[in-house]
């Protein structure tokens, strides 16, 4: 069964650097997105990317980020300066439609600022 | 006001027993689509069901029914026949579908134990 795959799984880094977590959705799907779940909180909507270009992004989704699609086939989320409260596991998921049908979720990648 | 409002922090039911998580919503849109999805203590965010606001039936989709109540707004999700393997948390949300807005908002999540 196809799936969305996230690398890396876990990623430790240092307050101030930048850290790249990457996607692989599933091939047919057109929208992709990112979301993000701090530690005992909901998951919270980051941004969604159609046709090479951000198609909505939330309040959180700030000039601290940024979602690349460089190639067929990865698409990628940039956190430049990362912050403590940056900690969290982002979801990337991948969905047919925009109407209908469901998101499909990767497994996670879980960023831990120190 | 919240979007998706789950009340039950936590629920415990008995292996082999049928189950309803809560979960009420809030929208002046009709166009939407309600979700559940379960996260397992591994953190995978795994979808159960679907509901458009349109739809005339509920979802089943296996031992998962969603209770759909359009007029007071709940979609409540039924597991039958309870599993060790559903304990986990679960999370209802919602997408709007006609406002551009085609990301999903998140409840809070009920954390489901289902005991031996």
């Known amino acids: 069964e196809p799936e969305v795959t996230q690398t890396p799984s876990h990623q430790v880094t240092q307050m101030g650097q930048e850290v790249i977590l990457r996607c692989v959705p599933i091939?047919?799907?057109?929208?992709f997105y990112w979301y993000r779940q701090i530690l005992g909180q909901k998951v919270e909507f980051l941004v969604s990317?159609?046709?090479?270009?951000?198609?909505?992004k939330s309040e959180i989704f700030d000039d601290q980020f940024s979602v690349e699609r460089p190639d067929g086939s990865n698409f990628t989320l940039k956190i430049r300066s990362t912050k403590l409260e940056d900690s969290a596991m982002y979801f990337c998921a991948s969905s047919e439609a925009r109407y209908t049908g469901e998101l499909f979720f990767g497994e996670g990648s879980r960023l831990t600022v120190l | 006001a919240q979007k998706i409002t789950q009340t039950q922090p936590g629920m415990f039911v008995q292996e082999k027993e049928a189950v309803t998580l809560d979960c009420t919503y809030d929208t002046s849109d009709p166009s939407y689509g309600l979700f559940w999805y379960k996260q397992p203590s591994s953190g995978e965010m795994i979808f159960l069901i679907y509901?458009?606001?349109?739809?005339?039936q509920n979802a089943t989709e296996g031992r998962y029914s969603l209770n759909f109540q359009k007029a007071r707004k709940s979609a409540n999700l039924v597991i039958s026949a309870s599993q060790l393997g559903d304990s986990a948390m679960y999370f209802c949300?919602?997408?709007?579908?006609?406002?551009?807005?085609?990301?999903?908002?998140f409840g809070t999540g009920t954390r489901l134990t289902v005991i031996p």
């Open positions: 091939s047919n799907h057109l929208y």
């Open positions: 990317f159609y046709n090479n270009e951000i198609s909505e």
């Open positions: 509901q458009g606001s349109y739809d005339q």
């Open positions: 949300a919602m997408r709007e579908g006609s406002t551009g807005a085609n990301n999903l908002f």
